[in-house]
DNA sequence: CACTAGATTTTCT
DNA sequence: GAAAATCTAGTGG
């Protein structure tokens, strides 16, 4: 029984789908005998013109076009000369109101034998615990960009799970810009985030 | 544990 | 030509 998050799970904004996505599963299947998934520990909201922090604040461009279209898509795109993030797209309101969410930490569920392959290391809280580590465990590059993620047989899929998680929140990662806005949403107490929060830091 | 520097290349100014 | 939605290895306490 599939249960695939539909479109209208990322039709909504995407502070919503950000924190609404923590705890679903994340499905990469790299061939019909070679499944990887995990549970989606932490995700970023991105907006469109309002949020100088994203890619689509100063409009089209041939990097960000897919995060203008349709929500459910995957964004895909390469930073920093060596690695990949995952976004999904969620909903848009105008031409020039795009947003998307990017998956920032995995917890392994399945595969993790192929993910410490492609990961170089065997230590489970280091495969996915950011979102170029996430891209390169789960064998996700630019040839993903543009797929539609709700096809119960796409390359790359998030199913529903009935299990609750306790969602925090806190300043987004790695920009320099719109800090102060606390869009980043991720699974509280759990040791497969990239980084947490200076006050509950040190133990 | 905390902090810093360097890698490396796409993208946009 | 500069900056980038990052990661790793290295240093120091």
Redesign the pocket.
């Known amino acids: 029984m599939s249960s695939v998050l539909t479109r209208e799970f990322y039709n909504k904004s995407s502070l919503a789908v950000a924190r609404k996505i923590i705890g679903k599963k994340l499905v990469r299947k790299l061939s019909d005998d070679a499944i990887l998934a995990g549970i989606i520990v932490e995700a970023?909201a991105?907006a469109g013109r309002r949020?100088p922090?994203?890619?689509?604040y100063?409009?089209?461009?041939?990097?960000?076009e897919v995060?203008f279209g349709e929500p459910g898509h995957a964004?895909v795109?390469?930073?920093?000369?060596?690695?990949y993030?995952l976004?999904f797209v969620t909903r848009h309101f105008k031409t020039e109101e795009a947003s998307?969410?990017?998956i920032?930490?995995v917890e392994p569920s399945t595969g993790i034998e192929i993910m410490a392959e492609h990961?170089?290391?065997n230590l489970a809280t280091?495969l996915a615990?950011?979102?170029?580590?996430?891209?390169?465990a789960f064998g996700i590059d630019?040839s993903l960009n543009g797929v539609d993620i709700t096809h119960p047989e796409s390359p790359i899929r998030v199913e529903d799970t009935s299990e609750i998680y306790s969602v925090s929140k806190s300043e987004?990662?790695?920009?320099?810009?719109a800090k102060d806005r606390k869009w980043r949403f991720f699974a509280s107490n759990n040791p497969h985030v990239?980084k947490l929060p200076?006050p509950l830091?040190?133990?």
């Open positions: 970023e991105y949020d922090a994203s890619h689509a100063r409009g089209m461009t041939a990097r960000n995060m964004y795109y390469f930073t920093y000369g060596a690695h993030c976004n998307a969410i990017l920032r930490a990961r170089k290391t280091n615990s950011g979102p170029g580590k996430l891209c390169q630019r987004r990662i790695g920009i320099s810009v990239s200076r830091r040190q133990g």
